[in-house]
């Protein structure tokens, strides 16, 4: 959480990703983005998909903007990140002094780029659909997430070294995490203690999307239990989105699910999810490790 100068509130910044595409990320960051304004919290929508961008179109834009672009929603901007090569936490320290709240729509997939800039976010919320496909490339995700942060605490070299462990599909990467700890402490001590410290010393919040009966409702818990077993990660279940056939109506008209159909029950989903979010936030007030110009 970042405390502008000159201000008393902070800037929180969530983020939004899904390592695979059709999982909602843009739906659910425009909504939620939308709904938190409406409270009275200015807020600022960033697409952080280089190369595909479309959240300016869930807002009714023709186009990406590279300025922070004013919607039709009070207290609602949007901004593209599409343009010229600024890194990412470099435009959100620029633009960040006019925001109560960051919200980012990021690419889907597995780049390495986007999971830095993911794990730094106040909360960074993953996003699945009930589909075991997109639900096994979370877990691929999650993967590849700690090989990022490894990378980081013990460089390429040492990386190299012992990449072929977390890789190895037979293991899962909370045992292999602790196999290559105790072989980097052999050797340095001091980084076998920031393996240990720092590999899964983030919290994730998991979101499932299109959620269409009581099994798909299930799914959630059940996914983060797996993830805080397995893959290290202490992970709080948001909760889900129930599937509305207007949501496909929505979209192809370039109008904001939430404004359009405010007496649904996909609509009371986003508000408390939304609920939920800003209680964290509260909580987590100061005591945020989000760094925009580092990487933890």
Request: charged share 25%.
């Amino acid at each position: 959480m970042f405390k502008s100068p000159g201000r008393k509130r902070n800037t929180v910044i969530w983020a939004f990703a899904g390592p695979k595409g059709g999982v909602g990320k843009t739906f659910l960051t425009a909504g939620l983005s939308a709904l938190l304004s409406s409270k009275g919290r200015h807020t600022l929508a960033c697409d952080a998909d280089v190369l595909t961008p479309n959240l300016h179109s869930a807002f009714g834009e023709e186009s990406p903007q590279k300025s922070p672009c004013k919607t039709s929603v009070r207290k609602l901007s949007f901004v593209s990140f599409c343009f010229g090569r600024e890194p990412l936490h470099k435009l959100l320290q620029r633009e960040k002094p006019e925001y109560d709240f960051i919200t980012l729509d990021f690419a889907p997939g597995l780049l390495e780029k986007n999971m830095e800039d993911f794990i730094r976010a106040d909360q960074p919320v993953l996003i699945t659909t009930p589909e075991p496909a997109s639900i096994e490339l979370v877990y691929r995700f999650l993967r590849e997430l700690t090989a990022v942060k490894l990378r980081r605490i013990i460089g390429e070299e040492k990386f190299m070294e012992v990449s072929s462990i977390l890789y190895d599909m037979e293991i899962s990467p909370v045992s292999a995490i602790k196999s290559i700890r105790e072989k980097i402490a052999a050797e340095d001590p001091d980084a076998g203690a920031r393996i240990e410290q720092e590999t899964f010393d983030k919290d994730i919040k998991l979101l499932v999307n299109q959620v269409k009966d009581h099994n798909d409702q299930a799914l959630g818990p059940s996914i983060c239990e797996v993830i805080s077993k397995f893959y290290g990660f202490h992970t709080e279940y948001l909760g889900y989105i129930s599937s509305d056939e207007r949501v496909a109506n929505s979209t192809r008209n370039n109008r904001l699910f939430v404004n359009e159909y405010p007496d649904t029950e996909t609509t009371a989903c986003f508000s408390l999810i939304l609920d939920k979010l800003l209680r964290n936030s509260d909580s987590s007030a100061g005591v945020s490790k989000f760094r925009l110009m580092g990487f933890r």
